[in-house]
């Protein structure tokens, strides 16, 4: 079983930027790949940025360019930089961890608005 634990989220105004942060609690968390989607109201789940165990990226189109993904393995954290942030960045984000079986975070509530 592994937690996963997201922090970072907020109102900001547009234009502006937010760090969302994800803490997982695995001692093997580099053999998970890790993903950060959203959900705004009555809309699907989306993914927006993913990193492989191995580092490798991939992003939504409409983020490619404003959002960055990243991981920690010492600190078992990944992370979503995001810039330029536009109203319609706003939703839920989800933390997610896949390897044998897929993980959830409990979301972060990110608010982009003047």
């Known amino acids: 079983q592994v937690q996963l634990v997201e922090s970072g989220g907020g109102l900001v105004q547009p234009g502006g930027s937010l760090r969302l942060a994800c803490a997982a609690s695995?001692?093997?968390?580099?053999?998970?790949?890790m993903g950060w989607y959203r959900q705004a109201p009555g809309k699907q789940r989306e993914l927006v940025a993913v990193?492989?165990?191995?580092?490798?990226?991939n992003y939504k189109d409409s983020v490619k360019d404003r959002f960055t993904i990243s991981r920690d393995n010492a600190k078992n954290m990944v992370y979503l930089q995001m810039n330029s942030l536009r109203p319609e960045d706003t939703a839920v984000y989800y933390c997610?961890?896949?390897?044998?079986?897929?993980?959830w975070g409990q979301g972060a509530q990110v608010t982009v608005s003047s």
């Open positions: 695995t001692s093997i968390f580099r053999n998970y790949d």
């Open positions: 990193i492989s165990s191995g580092g490798t990226t």
């Open positions: 997610n961890a896949a390897w044998l079986r897929p993980y």
